[in-house]
């Protein structure tokens, strides 16, 4: 009897710990979302872009970064020379794994006409070699040319990252085939996981190449990682909602409490952890996952990474031959680690007390049940992660990408709405790729016309403002101001207090209490009806946009410029009135321009950004126009005073001035 209620008392203590999980690191739904906010990311790249590492799997932890594998469409990798059946384009590279460790890989090029590429070979006894560190190197220069957030890139291992370490970008090479070295992973004896349909599309994905050499080889630079994200993302997404949560817990102990001990940060990844799941998974019966038995799950988890730890061991999972773990430990780091485990195992539970995230859990009581707005809250924050990319080239082919499989694969309502929602994101961009030709009748320029506002209106479902936007300065471009004036009108009326800017929500994930109380008055809305009406996206313009006002050209030089939807309104606002020769309406446009810089104020003065700096930028040009010359040189002044990164036009206009 005693033993009965030790039992039941564990029962619910894991039960209560399993809802405290589901509040701080995700529901199953909320889980849900975020890999569908991300699968349909990537769809829309059409398989160039791979969401990999936390984020892509469906956790969204403190510290975690962005993780991204751009697939390059030059390079394709082959087994055997046999297996090629083109040899112009893509390249072809043939895999050499006879003179490298268990999982890595050298690339021959098949091709010798070697003048495409060759800085990033080098001379080799079997030929031309892809070189992994050129590669890189080349990858570098690139990013810090096209992709401004990694202006400052610096290499981290295959990746390249930004100076903050919030995004790691890594190049790769695809194989199409599951390779020699893996086969054995296919039928090797297990229980139940993975299951036979999920093996299966695991060895149809192939796998992907990483520029990393093995770490102490002669060859290194030479030398790849073969890669099973794609396979790993397969199994994480057949985890119960039980075994994930246990996966972030272990990610929570390794970052929030091991590596706060001296001289362990690194020595650890989650990618060790990753795979000691993987092989505790496959030698367990399923049925222990349960929500009511989280606790003694997690616990054993520790006790077998103990173990792996104590004798050095931890063999890589698809292919054994390649143990994680050798060499991995000193004798004083390896004793220092056995301690710092064996005492959390010993004291349970309680191994979370100095954690961040989880740290509250011994103060509270969780017999939980969410609350409609907390729960909106957290749909709302993943959601919105679908805009956090303001722009990409190509946005037509996307579209129609997001469309077929939107048409083909869509089988949940949640799917449905995600897709909907990047739909209508991505129309908006539909029509800046439209170039019109100059004859005033010519009949294909109608055409386009019509279609390019068909896809304007499609974006006008993506959210309360940036659509409306996007549709008055194309009416603009178009000198039909009147029509244009009229959709500005209408979205200056949206601007209320209960809107939610994405960009401050992403970072601050809180409501003000008239954004509360709104979202309760809307509790019996869909979410997508809730994402449309009270969200307010980024907005700016894609270089050689076709409905950006032509006055603003010279600030859209990058990939993307991004302007406060506000000012930005009543800029354009000014910019048709001054067209219809209604000064006095320009003058008042004006003077609401510059009081809209105060809501991109703190205390007063204007943040050093590019959205903030071009509000000044709008009212110089509005000067200019007047004839004001000296008051648009003081103005441009004070831009090009807050642009420390010369980042807008501010120092060229002030410079045509003087």
Request: overall charge positive; proline content about 3%; hydrophobic content about 40%.
């Amino acid at each position: 009897m005693l033993r009965m209620a030790k039992a039941s008392e564990g029962k619910s203590e894991s039960l209560d710990f399993y809802k405290y999980l589901c509040q701080k690191i995700g529901s199953e739904k909320v889980v849900k979302i975020r890999r569908l906010v991300s699968t349909v990311r990537d769809i829309g790249q059409n398989g160039k872009v791979i969401t990999s590492g936390s984020k892509g799997e469906g956790l969204d932890l403190n510290g975690s970064d962005v993780d991204m594998m751009y697939v390059d469409p030059y390079g394709k990798v082959y087994q055997t020379e046999t297996e090629v059946q083109s040899q112009i384009y893509p390249l072809p590279l043939i895999m050499n794994t006879e003179e490298t460790q268990p999982c890595f890989t050298q690339l021959l090029i098949l091709n010798h006409d070697i003048k495409t590429t060759p800085n990033v070979l080098q001379k080799h006894h079997r030929g031309f070699m892809l070189s992994s560190e050129l590669y890189k190197l080349s990858c570098k220069n690139v990013a810090q040319v096209s992709i401004p957030a990694l202006f400052s890139g610096k290499i981290h291992g295959p990746c390249i990252s930004n100076k903050e370490d919030t995004l790691d970008i890594a190049w790769c090479f695809k194989c199409d085939k599951w390779i020699f070295q893996a086969e054995p992973w296919v039928c090797r004896p297990r229980t139940t996981w993975p299951p036979p349909e999920i093996i299966s599309k695991i060895v149809s994905s192939g796998v992907l190449i990483v520029p990393i050499g093995c770490k102490g080889s002669t060859n290194e630079h030479l030398e790849w990682r073969i890669s099973f994200s794609v396979a790993e993302k397969f199994l994480i997404f057949s985890f119960s909602h039980t075994q994930l949560l246990c996966y972030a817990m272990f990610k929570v102990l390794l970052k929030e409490v091991v590596e706060k001990y001296q001289n362990l940060k690194g020595l650890f990844c989650s990618y060790f952890l990753k795979t000691l799941m993987f092989w505790i998974l496959e030698e367990t019966d399923p049925y222990l996952w349960r929500p009511d038995n989280i606790i003694p799950c997690f616990m054993a988890c520790l006790q077998r990474l103990l173990y792996c730890v104590r004798y050095s061991i931890l063999s890589h999972y698809f292919i054994p031959e390649n143990n994680l773990f050798l060499l991995r430990f000193n004798t004083n780091n390896k004793e220092k680690i056995i301690n710092i485990l064996e005492n959390l195992y010993g004291i349970g539970i309680d191994c979370f007390a100095s954690s961040e995230t989880l740290q509250e859990y011994q103060r509270l009581s969780y017999k939980i049940s969410e609350s409609f707005i907390s729960r909106n809250s957290s749909f709302l924050q993943q959601v919105m992660l679908i805009f956090r990319n303001a722009y990409t080239n190509g946005r037509a082919a996307r579209v129609l990408r997001l469309m077929y499989n939107f048409l083909n694969s869509s089988r949940t309502v949640l799917s449905r709405f995600v897709f909907v929602l990047e739909i209508s994101e991505a129309s908006m961009y539909f029509s800046e790729e439209t170039q019109y030709l100059n004859s005033a009748g010519n009949k294909h320029h109608y055409f386009r016309y019509k279609h390019d506002l068909s896809y304007l209106v499609i974006g006008l479902h993506s959210d309360a403002v940036s659509g409306l936007l996007k549709l008055a300065s194309f009416f603009y471009v178009h000198k039909k101001y009147i029509a244009s004036l009229t959709v500005i009108t209408h979205t200056l009326q949206k601007f209320t207090n209960e809107k939610i800017d994405i960009r401050f929500f992403r970072y601050t994930k809180k409501l003000s209490h008239i954004q509360k109380y709104v979202l309760s008055l809307m509790k019996k809305e869909k979410l997508y009806t809730i994402i449309k009406s009270l969200t307010i996206h980024p907005f700016g313009f894609g270089k050689e946009s076709s409905i950006i006002p032509r006055e603003l050209q010279p600030d859209v030089t990058r990939i993307y410029s991004s302007f406060h939807p506000l000012s930005f309104a009543y800029f354009l606002n000014f910019l048709c009135y001054y067209h219809l020769h209604d000064l006095t309406s320009c003058r008042q446009s004006l003077q609401r321009l510059r009081q809209s810089q105060w809501i991109l104020s703190e205390g007063g003065t204007i943040v050093c950004q590019p959205e903030s700096v071009n509000t000044v930028i709008f009212c110089g040009i509005a000067h200019q126009l007047l004839g004001e010359t000296y008051n648009a040189r003081l103005t441009f002044r004070e831009a090009d005073g807050l642009d420390k990164y010369n980042l807008t036009s501010a120092a060229s206009r002030l410079s045509s001035l003087i």
